[in-house]
């Protein structure tokens, strides 16, 4: 069974950067890091929960929500079974709990949704934007 576990989230100012990091482990026999995508949800109190980015396991196809182009940027490692979220110029409307998922297939319109489907889940890393 995929383990994802997501880190990196903190308080942090209005404009701060910070770095999630999502590391995989426990799969199968016969897979690896480089067979998943991975995509980044979040979601924030009372909202149903939403997604950030998403990277296919080849890393040629990457999406973002419109509401973090420009200020977020997806990576990953395979070599050392990591996804990377840095998320820049931070505003309140980022605080939200940060989930990572992983699917052995990609899709933006699942990407852009609240990740039905995907197949593992991290159990979440928090992020409070606030003075």
């Known amino acids: 069974q995929v383990q994802l576990v997501e880190s990196g989230g903190a308080l942090v100012q209005p404009g701060s950067s910070l770095r999630l990091s999502c590391e995989a482990s426990?799969?199968?026999?016969?897979?690896?890091?480089?067979?998943?995508?991975i995509g980044w949800f979040r979601q924030a109190p009372g909202k149903e929960r939403e997604g950030v980015s998403c990277?296919?396991?080849?890393?040629?196809?990457?999406w973002y929500a419109d509401s973090v182009k420009g200020r977020f940027t997806i990576s990953r490692d395979n070599a050392k079974n990591v996804v990377y979220l840095e998320m820049s110029n931070l505003s309140p409307d980022d605080t939200a709990v940060y989930y990572c998922?992983?699917?052995?297939?990609?899709?933006?319109?699942?990407?852009?949704?609240?990740?039905?489907?995907?197949?593992?889940w991290g159990k979440g890393t928090l992020v409070t934007v606030s003075l």
């Open positions: 998922a992983a699917d052995l297939s990609f899709s933006a319109s699942r990407c852009n949704s609240p990740g039905k489907g995907m197949e593992h």
């Open positions: 426990g799969f199968d026999p016969g897979y690896i890091m480089d067979y998943f995508a």
């Open positions: 990277i296919a396991n080849n890393h040629d196809l990457i």
